[in-house]
C-alpha cells in the first residue's frame, strides 16, 4: 500500500505517510498530499538551489537568517520535484506562474488534458504539499503553542460563533482547538485563492476536539458551504492540519517525500 485512502473526506481517518509511487498518476478522483522535512544537510540544500529559478534565488537571498533561507530552498525544491513526478520533466523545468494573492500555479506552458492543481503550506521544519486534479485546492499546517494568547485572537478573527465554542471547551483543550480552527480557515481561504482580504469572522468550521472537519456557513452565499470539503490531517506531534478541496468523495493518499544527499528524488 503506498498511501492512505478513505471513502470520504469527511472521516477524519489518520492519515499513514507511505512511500510514494515514482510515478503518480493524476487521478480525478483522488487528492495526494505530501509531507516534507525542510531542515535538509547542506549537501541537499546546495541540490535545491540548482533546481530553483532567478526569481526563487532572489527571494531566498531577501530573508536575513541562514536557516529561513534554506528552509525557504528546500520548500521550492521539495514543490518542484513534486510536480515534476505528475509532468514527467525535470524539476528545474517546473515553471510557475502567480496569482494576483501571489499564489503560485502551473504556467500555462504545462497545461495537459486535465488541469493540476496544488497548494503548499510550512511551520517551522515541516512542509505539506497538496495535489489534484479536482478543482481548487488549499492546505495549511500550523506548529501549537500552548502560550498562544488563543482566546484573545479569536475574539479579533473568528466569527462570534466560533468564539463561543472555543470558550466552551475546557480550557485545557482551548490552544489545540484553536490552531485547529485557524488552520481549516487558512486552508479554506487558500483554496479560494483571496487571502485575508476574505475575512476569518465571515465564514465558520468545526473546531471541537474529535469533531470532523467542516465548512458550516459561508455569510457571502449560504449554499457555498455545501460545495466544499475540509479535513483534518496526521501532520505529526505539535502541529494542526487541513485540507480544503471543492469537491467530495474523493480518495486521500498521503505520501512522505525524501531525498537523497545526492540530490536525486528518493524511489
Known sequence: MTGSSVPSPADDAIARWGKPPAAPVQDAAEVHV????????????EAFRHLLSPDELRRAERFVFEVHRHRFIAGRGCLRSILARYLAIAPA?????????????????????????????HSDALALFAVTGIGAIGVDLEQIRPDCPAEQ????????????RLGRLPSEERATAFFHCW????????????????????????????????????????????????????????????????????????????????GEAAR
Open 153 to 164: 485572537i479569536a475574539r479579533h478573527f473568528f466569527s462570534d460563533n466560533e468564539v463561543d
Open 93 to 121: 523545468d517546473v515553471a510557475f506562474d502567480y496569482g494576483p494573492q501571489d499564489k503560485p500555479q502551473l504556467a500555462a506552458g504545462h497545461a495537459t488534458g486535465q488541469p493540476l492543481h496544488f497548494n503548499l503550506a
Open 34 to 45: 505530501w509531507r516534507a522535512s525542510l531542515d535538509r544537510t547542506p549537501e541537499e540544500i
Open 183 to 262: 488552520a481549516r480557515k487558512e486552508a479554506f481561504i487558500k483554496a479560494k485563492g483571496v487571502g485575508l482580504s476574505l475575512p476569518l469572522d465571515q465564514f465558520d468550521v468545526t473546531l471541537a476536539p474529535g469533531e470532523p472537519a467542516s465548512l458550516t456557513r459561508t455569510a457571502w452565499d449560504p449554499g457555498e458551504a455545501a460545495q466544499w470539503s475540509l479535513r483534518s490531517l496526521d501532520a505529526g506531534p505539535g502541529f494542526a492540519a487541513a485540507l480544503a478541496v471543492r469537491g467530495h468523495g474523493y480518495r486521500l493518499r498521503c505520501w512522505q517525500f525524501e531525498r537523497t544527499a545526492g
